[in-house]
């Protein structure tokens, strides 16, 4: 008994045994414990194998002390327990209890509910064989719906299947269409910037026309102006005074460049003079009469004679006459020239000048020649008005 210190089989724990337990089963001094002895022994045996419950004296006989009993026993308990680990075993025996009785119950209701069911189903049997041939009816009916709706179904598809084949054809028609229209498009962007640049040219050519237009190209080209007493064409002196000679060769440049200049404006006003015929060529220029063919020169050379050049004065005043006529042609448009002139004669502050050498002065000469490219300065301005307002007529 002291080398064998009973323990608790599941904490371990060292257990405290009444002596009792130890003794032999046939201690007579307590029936009592000998009779549970008995009992256990018995269900000892039960459990092991029932086969041996027979033997109950022979197990009697081996058996020795209670507590051998317990600690050889073949059930799942191989040693005594502690009083709080057989609580424990006993709650959880005791929960599992009532787990099994809940699901012995919950069989029960099944098996009653199953009972009930197949009851029913047997009294109903006249219902169902109904609804049997109630639901093959329907089944035949939607049999042949079914097949009513699969023909349905081809005659569609053949009618999708043609409406894909037109949609194929339309798209391609609609892509030949847009491809057409694109490339439509691009040429009328290109024909746009070609009209937009051309808009651009003639907007610029008509400020250029405009810009061309108000540039006098016959001041440009016959520059009249003055220079002290003399008056000036293209920078050449026209006249003669004692205390500033001008050398002949300018003189009669001078006279060549009135000369084109008068055949310019004629031109321009598209007049044909009657009696003579103006020749420019240059430093020598001349004056043709049309009834004989004479030449009337517009050069001089020499001095200042007083008796003049008879042949230059002829060929100025034969100049003076077909400038006359220019004259008659621009006033009757109710334009007036600063200069009155007639025959050889040209007037400035109701003094008459003449434009001959012969018995004339030099100043007076020089005053005349002057007046005479005033005039023609005043023709130019009047052929330069007359041609822009013939040029708005047109465009307007």
Not at 3 to 12: D, L, R, S
Not at 22 to 47: A, G, M, T
Not at 73 to 100: F, I, R, V, W, Y
Not at 260 to 289: K, M, W
Request: net charge negative.
């Amino acid at each position: 008994m002291g080398e064998n210190i009973p323990t608790c089989f599941n904490c371990q724990n060292k257990l405290v045994l009444d002596e009792s337990v130890f003794k032999c089963f046939e201690d007579d001094e307590n029936p009592c414990l000998n009779d549970n002895v008995s009992r256990l022994c018995v269900w000892h045996f039960f459990q092991s194998d029932p086969s041996l419950c027979v033997q109950e004296g022979s197990a009697m006989e081996t058996a020795g002390n209670l507590y051998d009993v317990i600690s050889n026993s073949n059930s799942a308990l191989k040693g005594p327990m502690c009083e709080d680990c057989t609580e424990q075993l006993l709650a959880g025996m005791d929960q599992h209890l009532k787990e099994l009785d809940e699901e012995c119950a919950q069989y029960r209701e099944l098996l009653d509910s199953l009972k009930e069911g197949s009851d029913a189903r047997l009294m109903d049997r006249n219902i169902v064989t109904a609804k049997l041939v109630a639901m093959k009816n329907e089944e035949a009916s939607l049999l042949g719906e079914s097949k009513k709706l699969e023909a349905e179904e081809a005659k569609l598809d053949a009618e999708l299947r043609k409406k894909k084949s037109e949609l194929y054809a339309e798209n391609e028609s609609a892509e030949l269409l847009w491809r057409v229209f694109r490339d439509n498009h691009r040429q009328l962007i290109r024909m746009e910037m070609k009209e937009q640049d051309l808009e651009a040219e003639v907007h610029c050519l008509k400020n250029q026309r405009d810009r061309l237009s108000k540039i006098n190209v016959l001041n440009t080209a016959f520059h009249i102006w003055k220079q002290g007493s003399f008056g000036t064409i293209n920078g050449f002196r026209l006249g003669q005074l004692p205390h500033s000679q001008v050398e002949w060769s300018e003189i009669n440049a001078a006279w060549g460049q009135v000369a084109l200049l008068i055949n310019t404006l004629a031109d321009c006003l598209e007049i044909q003079f009657t009696l003579y015929r103006i020749v420019p060529v240059g430093s020598h220029s001349f004056v043709q009469c049309l009834d004989t063919g004479a030449e009337l020169p517009l050069f001089g050379s020499g001095g200042f004679k007083p008796f003049g050049q008879k042949k230059f004065d002829e060929g100025i005043c034969a100049f003076m006459e077909c400038f006359c006529q220019l004259q008659r042609h621009i006033e009757r448009a109710q334009f007036r020239f600063p200069h009155r002139m007639y025959r050889e004669h040209i007037e400035d502050n109701k003094m008459e000048y003449s434009v001959k050498m012969q018995f004339n002065a030099e100043e007076r000469w020089t005053k005349a020649m002057k007046c005479l490219l005033i005039n023609f300065r005043w023709a130019i301005s009047y052929v330069v008005h007359s041609k822009i307002l013939r040029t708005e007529a047109v465009f307007s």
